[in-house]
Structure formats: structure tokens, C-alpha cells
T-cell receptor
Framework: NAGVTQTPKFQVLKTGQSMTLQCAQD?????MYWYRQDPGMGLRLIYY???????DKGEVPNGYNVSRLNKREFSLRLESAAPSQTSVYFCASRGWTGRGQPQHFGDGTRLSIL | GIQVEQSPPDLILQEGANSTLRCNFS?????LQWFHQNPWGQLINLFY???GTKQNGRLSATTVATERYSLLYISSSQTTDSGVYFC????????????FGTGTRLLVSP
């Protein structure tokens, strides 16, 4: 039982390149989330998927797209990377769409854009 | 939106000391969680504590939802406790969005 798995763990991109960050969970969770963490700050929500087939914007969605491929997988795409998107990206999942459950986090993807 | 304030922002302890970290919310929250971010950047779930008190070894947490705060107690601190501690919660009207505080950076020296 791996929990939430993110790939890759590290990536360096040049400005303007595109990239997809992958996330998969094996806990049969309905909801999945993408956050970013900038230096010295807490996490901020980029996009979330309350259930398979739905996605919604979070606090900082500009410059990103997401795909809920199936119940297990939720990917985050940078179409044209910018230096401001240099950050650590975390994926999370939660058991059901009602209240009363914690979110479980992956180990993060460290992304640098030059 | 909801604001999450954590105090103190920085804390330096001698190994073996006890400490209390505080988290204040500007509005009612649900699904309150405490995390430890270790020096490798991993986010470790410490507690899911929307209300009441829980204990796990040397750590315990208390949330008083009606007064919009939560406390994390660390007893007999160890060097491995170093890192950043975050609290986070979801708003009553938006249970999907976990709002994080800016963290308490803890350094435990031997």
C-alpha cells in the first residue's frame, strides 16, 4: 500500500517547455488535489477533483491544467512553464466527498524552471 | 477567505524540552489537520483533529472548534522533531479547500 505516489520527484525545465506531473493513489479515494508550496510558505490549492470525472479550480489555477484520468490518477500539466512556477508540488487524496476525512499527501515534486 | 495564523513562527529548543504550538483560525473550520514537514520536504500527517484531544506518543493535539484554535504539544523533544509544523483546515462552506498556515519552524538542538 503505497498511498499517494508522485512522479517525477525532481525536474528542471526551461521557460516555455511543457510538462505533466503524475499522481496516483491506491486507497480508493474519491477526491484528489494538487497544491504548490513556495519557499517559506504553506501549501496553496491549485486544482482539485471531488470525484472521477470532475475538476475545479482552487486558489492559484492560472497556468495549469488538470486531468482526472480515472479514480486512481490525477495529473497536473504546465503548458508553457514560467519561472514563477518554480515550486514544490504536492498531490493529495481524501476518502469521500463529505466532511470528516483527512487529506493524505504524496512526497512532492520539486520543479525548477530556468 | 479564511486566515490561519500560527505561532510562534520560529522556535529553538534544547533536546528534552517541551513546547506548545498554536494555530488560530479567523472563521469556523472543519477537518483540521497537523503536519510535520521534515528536512527532506515530506509532509507527515500528525493528527486529524476537528475537535477534542488526541495523543500519539510524545505528541498530542487539542482543538477547541468553538474558539477557533488548535494546539500541538511536543514533549521531551528530540532532534528528529526538527522541521516545520503546519496546521490546516477546511472552511465550513468549502470542505474541499484545505487552507494552510505559514508554519512554525522548529529546531531542536542536542
Amino acid at each position: 500500500n503505497a498511498g499517494v505516489t508522485q512522479t517525477p520527484k525532481f525536474q528542471v525545465l526551461k521557460t516555455g517547455q511543457s510538462m505533466t506531473l503524475q499522481c496516483a493513489q491506491d486507497m480508493n479515494h474519491n477526491s484528489m488535489y494538487w497544491y504548490r508550496q513556495d519557499p517559506g510558505m504553506g501549501l496553496r490549492l491549485i486544482y482539485y477533483s471531488a470525484s472521477e470525472g470532475t475538476t475545479d479550480k482552487g486558489e492559484v489555477p492560472n497556468g495549469y491544467n488538470v486531468s482526472r484520468l480515472n479514480k486512481r490518477e490525477f495529473s497536473l500539466r504546465l503548458e508553457s512553464a514560467a519561472p514563477s512556477q518554480t515550486s514544490v508540488y504536492f498531490c493529495a487524496s481524501r476518502g469521500w466527498t463529505g466532511r470528516g476525512q483527512p487529506q493524505h499527501f504524496g512526497d512532492g515534486t520539486r520543479l525548477s524552471i530556468l | 477567505g479564511i486566515q490561519v495564523e500560527q505561532s510562534p513562527p520560529d522556535l529553538i529548543l534544547q533536546e528534552g524540552a517541551n513546547s506548545t504550538l498554536r494555530c488560530n483560525f479567523s472563521d469556523s473550520v472543519n477537518n483540521l489537520q497537523w503536519f510535520h514537514q521534515n528536512p527532506w520536504g515530506q509532509l507527515i500527517n500528525l493528527f486529524y483533529i476537528p475537535s477534542g484531544t488526541k495523543q500519539n506518543g510524545r505528541l498530542s493535539a487539542t482543538t477547541v472548534a468553538t474558539e477557533r484554535y488548535s494546539l500541538l504539544y511536543i514533549s521531551s523533544s528530540q532532534t528528529t522533531d526538527s522541521g516545520v509544523y503546519f496546521c490546516a483546515g477546511t472552511m465550513n462552506t468549502g470542505f474541499q479547500k484545505l487552507v494552510f498556515g505559514t508554519g512554525t519552524r522548529l529546531l531542536v538542538s542536542p
